[in-house]
């Protein structure tokens, strides 16, 4: 079976619109609620783990037990840490960070070996194949925003770190699938339209994920 991590609530909303489920479809569980189903003769199992890496690692966790998942695809949005990247650019990392703990008063750079590699994927639609970095806080503070750009760290997301984690400690393949819905604004002033910029590209941005790139990777 396949899994498929959907940490947000609104991304988790945007998934059951756009196949037409209703949550009274779906089972209940100890982080949320999933969705099986039969995907182009495979079994899949969507899931919601909510957000943090907490939450994202511990239902990974779950569902790898309950279901014998032989990979698992992480979905849903990110914010933009690079100034070339635009609102709906999909990035399929190539290397994957927690910069939660990384000491920035003492370290000058990001060690090598910090770095998490998922599986890498072969498809036809564009996509960045950058670095994204995760952390239990949102990526709003300027401050912030300079250290990843200045660590060529191109996005940051809440959750991909922990599932990747937990999926090499099972021997789970797993694919990351991201898309860019906002970046940080430079003054706190600014946080109220990055989260509008955030709310208004996230439908657009998981319908592109699943019609585009989620079916090239089942």
């Given at each position: 079976m396949i899994g498929i991590s959907i940490a947000a609530?609104?991304?988790?909303?945007?998934?059951?619109?756009?196949?037409?489920?209703?949550?009274?479809?779906?089972?209940?569980?100890?982080?949320?609620?999933?969705?099986?189903?039969?995907?182009?003769?495979?079994?899949?199992?969507?899931?919601?783990?909510?957000i943090r890496k907490i939450n994202a690692s511990a239902a990974a966790q779950y569902m790898i037990d309950k279901f014998n998942l032989e990979k698992l695809i992480v979905i849903g949005t990110c914010t933009s840490s690079n100034e070339g990247l635009n609102y709906g650019d999909i990035i399929i990392p190539s290397k994957v960070i927690d910069y939660d703990y990384i000491i920035r008063e003492l370290e000058e750079e990001i060690d090598e070996e910090l770095y998490l590699v998922p599986d890498q994927v072969s498809m036809p639609n564009e996509y960045y194949d950058g670095v994204l970095g995760t952390s239990d806080k949102a990526l709003v503070l300027w401050s912030d925003y300079t250290f990843l750009a200045s660590n060529s760290i191109d996005a940051s997301d809440l959750e991909s770190y922990a599932?990747?984690?937990?999926?090499?400690?099972?021997n789970v393949k797993c694919i990351i699938i991201k898309g860019v819905t906002d970046k940080p604004?430079?003054?706190m002033d600014g946080y109220n339209e990055?989260?509008?910029?955030?709310?208004?590209?996230?439908?657009?941005?998981?319908?592109?994920?699943?019609?585009?790139?989620?079916?090239?990777?089942?």
């Amino acid at each position: 079976m396949i899994g498929i991590s959907i940490a947000a609530k609104k991304e988790w909303e945007a998934t059951l619109n756009y196949f037409g489920l209703i949550h009274e479809e779906c089972e209940k569980y100890p982080f949320g609620e999933y969705y099986r189903t039969e995907f182009r003769g495979k079994d899949i199992v969507f899931f919601r783990s909510g957000i943090r890496k907490i939450n994202a690692s511990a239902a990974a966790q779950y569902m790898i037990d309950k279901f014998n998942l032989e990979k698992l695809i992480v979905i849903g949005t990110c914010t933009s840490s690079n100034e070339g990247l635009n609102y709906g650019d999909i990035i399929i990392p190539s290397k994957v960070i927690d910069y939660d703990y990384i000491i920035r008063e003492l370290e000058e750079e990001i060690d090598e070996e910090l770095y998490l590699v998922p599986d890498q994927v072969s498809m036809p639609n564009e996509y960045y194949d950058g670095v994204l970095g995760t952390s239990d806080k949102a990526l709003v503070l300027w401050s912030d925003y300079t250290f990843l750009a200045s660590n060529s760290i191109d996005a940051s997301d809440l959750e991909s770190y922990a599932v990747l984690k937990i999926c090499k400690t099972n021997n789970v393949k797993c694919i990351i699938i991201k898309g860019v819905t906002d970046k940080p604004m430079r003054s706190m002033d600014g946080y109220n339209e990055q989260l509008d910029v955030y709310e208004e590209n996230l439908p657009i941005v998981m319908k592109k994920i699943i019609e585009e790139y989620f079916i090239e990777v089942i």
